[in-house]
């Protein structure tokens, strides 16, 4: 898979407005109120990456879970890491939700 562009990259972001680009990484913190309600968004997480076969970055700080995604095998970003970014979105948001 090719890497994108920094135009595609750019207007990628806006569907994503929670994550910050740097470099070939795109982060973001999702913030819990429990360290284990992080925990069990982060198998949620793990669920989803598995399903794409797109694995992010994972550092759990107590009530905080930061995910960075990046293509390792491109060298860059590409349309994986912002599917991946989406879906990290819509679980935190049924966190939210409960």
Known sequence: ????????VVAELK????WTHQAKNLTRTYKFETFLLGIAFVRRIAKRAEKLQHHPDIDVRFDQVTLTNTT?????????DFELAEQCDDVFAKFAEA
Not at 1 to 8: D, G, I, L, S, V
Not at 15 to 18: D, G, L, R
């Open 1 to 8: 898979m090719p890497t994108m562009t920094r135009q595609e």
């Open 15 to 18: 569907n994503i407005p929670e």
């Open 72 to 80: 390792h095998d491109a060298g860059g970003l590409t349309e994986k």
